[in-house]
């Protein structure tokens, strides 16, 4: 019953379905491979901004008092450089391999949320753009890339500078949690059939805490740039000490994102050094389940590091040794990873290339880095060198180390994958002496510049210090390096279109993303691979001509449709077939919608910003109702035949939405520490002025809130019994209790003093606004599954588990609120 | 973490058994682990080490000085400067430090506007000097001689020029104040100043 | 014709994930443990708080071995889990077996570091006085 298409007829059927539109239609591609590939790219016109503006520091500080950049123009420049590096760059970066590489690796045709992936690159690429432009009129951010306060806030940069920072940086994190909202949902569930979490490939692994990583690292830095942007441009004072703030608030709330940001930086790099050394010792990882466990290991230790960029704040002894502990202690996990690549390569046999040879380079210089890393630990030391160039040095050699030299090695190794030809290795090589002489050259001597008293941030120095001559060497060394860097985008360049043509699995790699041709057709495979080994094509070599020829899973096109396998977590075993949408433009115009909202907050114009929160919500509608799917089975395989997606419990949707609330949990778990920070730390409390909340309306939030979290469950029960009448009535009533609460908190938080007037006050009303948000999302959603629920084309048991997470997760956070409004502010000590 | 170092060992010892080809490998093995382990252990004995205490009953009391950082200047003042520490014959001086040696200087550091960081890298390490908020550093110069400060926390278009001296002098002549009817003797500061 | 999985309704996210999430869980409670130290001893040291050093001492050492011993207890679970040869699902295919067993695996290797980590970021509070 199922005919037999020859290869061509099934190539030709899938890449109708699955290609992309050409000429200016391509604005609504979706699709992962060109997802990825401009986020690469973008990624790449950033860096490469970024390294010019280093270019310009160096070429400043090679001599003493010189005239070439003065001090204003330089904190622009300093700040962009790391501000372009550390967030437009970095990840971004990797976030285009990991859209790229991962469904390959795994076996599927595309990631889970195709939309949500377009979405993330137009809001990074708007936010990028709003520095970028902004750096062009001279109004780029000066405060340094962590934009410390006082230094950042209103009174001493009044101008739109900061603004600036804020808010294009915000957007741009957006982009990063739906990026990993996507990247939690695709290495959880889409995989190929067979594909056991003890098969996958080890970088999916880094991806999967990373992306965890990004879920509760961003939030913070999110949390403090909304309190620090409402600061400047309401007056509520969250940092200002005179009205009850705390500068170190800021500090806190950074530092929380920053640490765990240079680990996010840096795990996805690992997992691209464990995914080539196997090939290049020709034999597969050592110590997988080790390797495993030192990534999750390190996920977790580096969000208990954080005080330790802080130790000159005035600490406790005690507080600080829990993070310098922490913070030598991170060393061993990494350590773990590192004897597993030397063991892998120790009993291989060891290849020579290119990549190669970025690898030796990143042992090499990221060991060093880690060494500075373990003397910053320490209090003693790190008091001496700390806001001098010995930390520019170690966090340039931990940062090229663990993240350049493994990304160099990544695009000459997967350059012949992503364009089908094979790269130079002459002039691979000759870069790679370049840059890693070079950057030795420019980075060694800032140990011993720092050492010797140079401090960061400064944008000259006089002759006596003794400085002249280090400066010197770093600046040679920098532009040395930027001749490599250049010879190296070259080579890409030019044998991206000339190169010879590369042959199939050109490093006879075992990993499944060589599976197929090369470029990668728009459907990656023509049917999915049960999977049985770690190394699939390592144990069957012609796995990629029996996928081609259709001998697997989804051999069968379905016209119209695009569809992948959706899997047990644990067992890989397939459960469903995962339809994805195609091409469509609401990712455009939502991001357009997301900008307008932004810009009109940088430009102060607060009404119109409404508006656009307003369609972009409107928009969000819209794009979740275009994605129902029909009720039937699928025919998988010859003989299985599989729901679709919806249909099943843990969908890719529900771990969507229970990614989002981990990112939302972060939040609020910031929020509730800034409340509790400011009120038992900052200098200008207790406050006089604070209202308690009524009794009265506390009982009654927290009955709408406690009503909230238990009538998802009983529609979704009812449901279940095909009760559509009373599942209904359910949600009919979450409507109103929703909008009853919304109601109540905004009464609620009219009669609280004024925002502007103390921290308290200010405290209270971002938790209410906080509140009021979810209550009213809440009612938009219950009242979005209600019409949907009168849809006959598919049933509405999915919408009605994802409602279920957001009311009970409103209802937790609901009732949390209220408490700390009736408490917090005014307790007694 | 010895244990995680023995696991960790361990792990790798163990495709060690098999045949071990390639050479060069050998070379980063030592490398590569040998030698940051040894450090890091070494690190983390010192670093947990109590390092002697700057001051010990052999040395004077504690003397105190308070520094308010501006953008972009140090305000210094004295409170332990005996009988004329207030009032407007207090000592005061601007970017400069003047303190005994062979004593613990307790500085106590504040700020005006942004935050801003005291650091003289040959007395001590740095500390933050935060707006709201006064934060304690204790120095000790054990030769007397003139030392440089430098901000080390950027704090806006002038932080690079913001350094400070700190001179540290031996002998009763440590409060020494220059006023016009001096002239200009030095003889006539250390009699004014003796007590 | 053979029906997939999922006809079997709504199978909650614990057992389709729960294994994974065990894994996690002891690096779980040592971020709870580390953010419970590092608050009470900021707490400790407010002025507000009368508590001589001696109780402050104390009750830091308690909320330290609280936790390492909630870490030991999941450490002893996870090994005993490890023993026994259990077949959690109604269709266990050999391959199944060993995805879930390289999870035991797993969660008793991540237990056994998080105690460990949790026994060195909490050992400060024994030699190192809490409001220096």
Known sequence: MTQTLSPWARHRALERDWGSPKGWRSLSAVNHTVMGKRFMLAALAFFLVGGILALLMRAQLASHDSAFLDSELYSQIFTMHGTLMMFLFAIPMLEGFAFYLLPKMLGARDLAYPRLGAYAWWCYLFGGSILLIAMLLGLAPNSGWFMYTPLAGSEYRPGINSDVWLIGITFAEISAVCGAVELVATILKVRAPGMGLNKLPVFAWYMLVTAGMILAGFPPLILGSILLELERSLGWPFFDVARGGDPILWQHLFWLFGHPEVYIIFLPAAGMVSTMVPVFAQRPLVGYVWVVNSVIAVGFLSFGLWVHHMFTVGIPQLGMAFFSAASMLVAVPTAIQFFAWLATLWSGTVKWGVPMLYLAGFLFVFVIGGLTGVMLALVPFNVQVHDTHFVVAHLHYVLTGGLIFPLLAACHYWLPHITGRMPSGRMGSVAFWFIFIGFNLAFLPMHLTGLFGMPRRIYTYVQDMGWDALNQASSLGAFIQAVGFAIFLLDVMLFSRNGPLAPRNPWKAGGLEWAMATPPPSYNIASQPQVMDREPLWATPALGAQMAAGRHWLAQPSPGHRQTLSVDVVTGTPSAVLHLPGPGWLPLYSALTTAGFFLCVLFKLYAVSLGFAGLTLVLFLFWTWQGVVSARRITARDEVRLPAHGQVAGAPGWWGMASALIADGALFASLVFGCWYLRLFAPGWPTSGWTPVPWSMSIALCAGFLFMGMSAGRAGLAAFHEQTGRARGWLAATVSVSLLLLAGIAVLAVGMPDPTSHASAAAMRVLSVYMGLHAGLASVMAAYVLRRSWDRRAGIALDLSILRLWLRYTAVSGIVGVALLMYFPGVAL | MLLMVLLAVWASLRPAARSSRGSRAALLWGGGVIFPLSVLIALLVYGHYPDGKAGGAAHGPPFRVQVHAHQWWWEVRYPDAGPVASGKDAPYDVNELHIPVNRPIHVELTSEDVIHSFWAPRLGGKMDAIPGRVNRLELMASEPGVYLGVCAEFCGAQHAHMAFRVVAHDGPAWLARQRPEDGGDPARVAERDRP | ?132
């Open chain 3, 1 to 132: 014709m053979i029906d997939g999985r999922g006809d079997r309704g709504w199978v909650s996210w614990w057992r389709d994930a729960g294994p994974l999430l065990r894994v996690f869980a002891a690096f779980g409670v040592w971020s709870l443990c580390f953010v419970s130290l590092y608050g009470l001893q900021a707490v400790l040291c407010l002025d507000a708080f009368a508590l001589s050093p001696a109780a402050g001492k104390a009750s830091l050492v308690i909320v330290w071995l609280a936790y390492l011993a909630l870490l030991l207890l999941m450490l002893l679970r996870s090994l005993g889990a490890l023993r026994k040869r259990q077949s959690r699902r109604y269709n266990s295919l050999l391959l199944d077996e060993a995805a879930h067993r390289f999870l035991r695996r797993l969660a008793v290797i991540m237990d056994a570091a998080a105690l460990t980590v949790a026994a060195m970021t909490g050992l400060p509070v024994v030699f190192i006085k809490t409001c220096a």
